[in-house]
């Protein structure tokens, strides 16, 4: 395998390692990490569906918005997401990926335990800095949510 091969199959590999970064930092809260997976003029946005301005949720731009805006996360008590397949584009030190994920978050309401389901398509721009890559923007692109009160739990 030539040299040009090999750093491809490393291009992919971190930009795959990104993906579950920032799905391990959102389900642990840790929010200094998550900051840092994204460049420092880094756009964030939220969409019901494919992205088109009428499907805009939300939307933050620059690491400290972001960061606020993830840290909403906290309103759950726990979160699981899932990364699963990837599509990767490499464009020299810039790249686009879109990558899928199922995300659980559970919560209390009146007491009782629920679990909102999401199916995500992450969709990014990726932009080498040395030798890893960050985020330049993110944008979820939810296909469909699920919510549903829990079964209590029996001792």
Do not use: K, N
């Not at 395998?1 to 992919?12: K, Q």
């Not at 721009?125 to 923007?137: D, I, K, N, Q, Y």
């Not at 993110?138 to 001792?155: H, I, Q, T």
Request: hydrophobic fraction near 40%; charge should be neutral.
């Amino acid at each position: 395998m030539d040299e040009s091969a090999l750093r491809e199959l490393w291009d992919r590999e971190r930009i795959r390692a990104l993906a579950c970064a920032y799905a391990s930092a959102v389900d642990r809260r840790d929010f200094a990490t998550l900051r840092e997976l994204f460049l420092p003029d880094a756009r964030l946005a939220i969409y019901a569906g494919e992205p088109a301005p009428e499907a805009l949720r939300f939307e933050a731009r620059g690491r400290d918005a972001i960061e606020r805006a993830l840290r909403g996360i906290e309103r759950y008590a726990v979160t699981t997401h899932l990364v699963g397949g990837q599509h990767v584009v490499l464009e020299g030190d810039r790249a686009r990926a879109e990558t899928s994920c199922r995300a659980s978050h559970l919560h209390l309401r009146d007491g009782q335990r629920y679990c909102l389901d999401m199916a995500i398509r992450y969709q990014d721009r990726l932009e080498r800095v040395g030798s890893e890559w960050r985020f330049a923007e993110r944008a979820l692109a939810v296909d469909w949510e699920s919510e549903a009160p829990l079964p209590s739990r029996r001792r």
